[in-house]
């Protein structure tokens, strides 16, 4: 065979079977799948809906009054005092519920959805290494969650800052912080916040991996939440009730006292982060032996 058919020959394939200058490193990047998921109906509405709630509750308050004139009250009843109060609010109705939704739904139809669409095992024969996908996947979700978080928060400030003003963050205790101040707690508690639903990724991503149904992830992900959250009022449960996840959640509020306490916070963060890693590898382990089959 001369020089020149070897080379031919080299250019074509390798022993291994790959094609001579394939890169398994830069199959399915971040930028793709951010672009790609990006593009999606569900990412799309899902985002705007959070864009929307905030002047769905603006509207609520135009059209049944405020009662923002005292000095205390719940966080329902200082929501107009201030853009940080209404941020507070928007917060506070959404955490429980609609926060932990949207983060199953994005790592729930993660991989869930690529098998629903028989695309999955298409993506691996690529060959994209499994741990690979999963990196990807997990990140790509991570970012959508962040990204919505950033957009209620954001939104809710804007809006709320239009309409109530720039004034101090006003607590249910009658506590007040200023502008400035306010907002630096805010960053923390949504910092917590995002912490805080990690481990509602973690069993999403979990369940993603086990089923080639997404509905069948993001229930079930949301089932436990709920299920978790109903435990927790259960007080007859005493002290088992902290190693509920999700305990935590509303711990978020404690930024709005004149006197940060980090005890709560740093609990919370270390109870979801372990929660999330021991998921984490459930999903690992499961998607690396999981016979694929579409």
Known sequence: MSSTETQQSGSAGAGDGRVAGFDAGRTLSIRTELTRQFTRR??????????????????????????????????????TRSGVNFTVFALFVSVGFLLIVVVALFFGDAVASEASWSSLRYL???????????????????????????????????LGSALYGFGALVSPFGDSLAFGTSLGRLVIGVVFIAINLTWVAGLAMALSVSTDAPLGAVGGTVMVSIVAQILDQITALGSLRNALPGHYSTSWTSVLSPTLSWNDLLDGAFSSLAYATLFGIVAWRRFATKDITS
């Open 42 to 79: 569900r990412t799309q509405v899902s985002l705007g809906f959070l864009a929307l709630l905030p002047v769905i509750l603006a509207i609520a308050f135009a059209v049944g009054g405020s009662e923002s004139d005292s000095a205390s009250g719940s966080l329902i009843e200082l929501g």
């Open 124 to 158: 691996l024969a690529v060959p994209i290494a499994r741990g690979r996908l999963l990196r990807q996947k997990a990140i790509v979700s991570a970012t959508l969650s962040v990204a919505a978080l950033v957009t209620l928060v954001g939104v809710s400030l804007v």
